[in-house]
């Protein structure tokens, strides 16, 4: 098609559009869509004054902004996607944390009863004796011990005195002068218990307990500094 038929044909089709607005202004008493006819005669001829050879450029051009136009509307819209995403990751992760707090809070609210039980379940140490100049074999120093130290406790407690003296309340560190069941440096600090301190299991058991109890909060918690200084 040349360009004067395309040409003819715009304004043809204009022509066309006139006369049904026309029609259509006359049967509704409104006159004024004959002049939007007009103004559409007027662009369809503009367009049809483009020549043929750079119709495809212009269309080519058309495209391009619309999909401009779309990779803008799809970074729009995944921008706004990823920032509602991460109001929901931090939402999330706050409550996550909360719940985290409050989870250790709980456990150290248990390990505190724990501890307080424990040490309401120990026996009253001061009752304990023993027969002065006697010796003692480890399984009496051992029920001496059950008697004073909670159930729950006793293999903290019982490990301790295996690593440091094995049951022996006459055993003497030569090198550092450590001595008793539970290796006090120096030994005499277990003289605040009973100035026999040396030859009294009993008296031994006592400070022990008590040294643990006062310094870790229990043999348990004694034990598990042991672990990992090997030493307490």
Known sequence: MSRISVRGLA???????????????????NTAP?????????DA????????????????ASLTQQADSQAIAADATAK??????????????????QKAAEKAEKLEKERKEALAASRSASRDASTLTAV?????TVAEIQAMARQVVAADQWTC????VNHESTWNYKAVNPSSGAYGLFQA???????????????????????????MESRYGSPCGAWDF???????
Not at 34 to 42: K, L, P, S, V
Not at 45 to 57: F, R, S
Not at 132 to 136: E, N, V
Request: aromatic share 8%.
């Open 34 to 42: 004959a002049n939007d006819a007009e103004a559409t005669a007027g």
């Open 132 to 136: 002065p100049g006697k010796s003692y």
């Open 80 to 97: 706004k996607d990823a920032e509602e995403s991460a109001r929901k990751q931090a939402a999330e992760d706050a409550i996550a944390k």
């Open 157 to 160: 407690f019982s490990n301790i």
């Open 226 to 232: 042991w672990q990992s200084n090997h030493w307490y």
């Open 185 to 211: 440096l120096p030994g005499s600090k277990m003289s605040s218990v009973g100035s026999d301190w040396q030859t009294n299991p009993a008296t031994q058991i006592k400070w022990g307990l008590n040294y």
């Open 11 to 29: 304004v043809a089709s204009a022509t066309a559009v006139t006369a049904v607005g026309a029609v259509t202004g006359v049967a509704s008493g």
């Open 45 to 60: 001829t503009l367009l049809a004054d483009i020549p043929a050879g750079q119709q495809a450029q212009v269309q080519t």
